[in-house]
């Protein structure tokens, strides 16, 4: 089936400091999205990402698509604790179904 | 959150014995989804719905059964409940025109 394979698995920093987190596909993707877990909450949407080679930002948030479209990358600048949770990928081969990265834990050394 | 509720929101049941969760949304989307949630796994889809009486299996359906007789609701069932579908159950929809899905606020299930 379709995979996505995320990127590391837990990342500890301490606040201030920079965070990324990677998805990486064999095939190439029509779109990726990105989602973000709150410690004993739900999925909450972030962005979907379309372009080969796009880039999107919201506030210290960058998104990056690769220019094949079988990766990409979200990108914290200077955490803060209200990061804190599990950031996932997901894709689409547009069909009904989205498959979703193990997902990267975010924690935030105060 | 797009008018998302799941009940119940926790639940502790005995092995062997039928569940059935609910998932409700009020803004008439189309698609519906069950996934569980379990650490290491991210999130893996049940079943979807892509209308009334109109549901699919995902990667992890064995164990399971949904039905989807109106719009609004869209329920999980298990049969016979075993341990190993102690989980955390997310349903979700998709918003028409987009492959964006929101996630209602989960359900904890313990089966001992």
């Known amino acids: 089936g379709q995979q996505v394979m995320q990127i590391p698995q837990y990342q500890h920093v301490q606040e201030g400091e920079d965070f990324t987190t990677y998805c990486n596909s064999s095939t190439t993707l029509s779109n990726i999205q990105w989602y973000k877990q709150r410690p004993g909450g739900h999925p909450v949407f972030l962005i979907q990402?379309?372009?080969?080679?796009e880039v999107k930002k919201q506030k210290r948030l960058t998104f990056q698509f690769g220019e094949a479209k079988k990766n990409s990358s979200l990108h914290i600048t200077a955490t803060q604790t209200t990061d804190v949770g599990t950031y996932f990928c997901a894709i689409s081969f547009g069909n009904e179904k989205l498959t979703f990265g193990t997902g990267t834990r975010l924690t935030i050394i105060p | 959150d797009a008018g998302i509720t799941q009940s119940p929101r926790h639940k502790v049941t005995e092995t062997g014995t039928p569940v059935t969760l609910r998932c409700h949304q009020t803004?008439?989307?189309?698609?519906m989804y069950w996934y569980r949630q379990d650490p290491g796994h991210g999130l893996r889809l049940i079943h979807y719905?892509?209308?009334?009486?109109?549901?699919d299996k995902g990667e992890v359906s064995d164990g399971y059964s949904v039905s989807r007789s109106k719009t609004e609701d869209f329920l999980l069932t298990l049969e016979s409940a075993t341990s190993s579908q102690t989980s955390v159950y997310f349903c979700?929809?998709?918003?028409?025109?987009?492959?964006?899905?929101?996630f209602g606020p989960g359900t904890r299930l313990l089966v001992l």
């Open positions: 990402l379309v372009k080969s080679g």
């Open positions: 803004e008439n989307h189309r698609y």
């Open positions: 979700a929809i998709r918003v028409t025109g987009t492959e964006t899905q929101y």
């Open positions: 719905s892509y209308g009334v009486k109109d549901t």
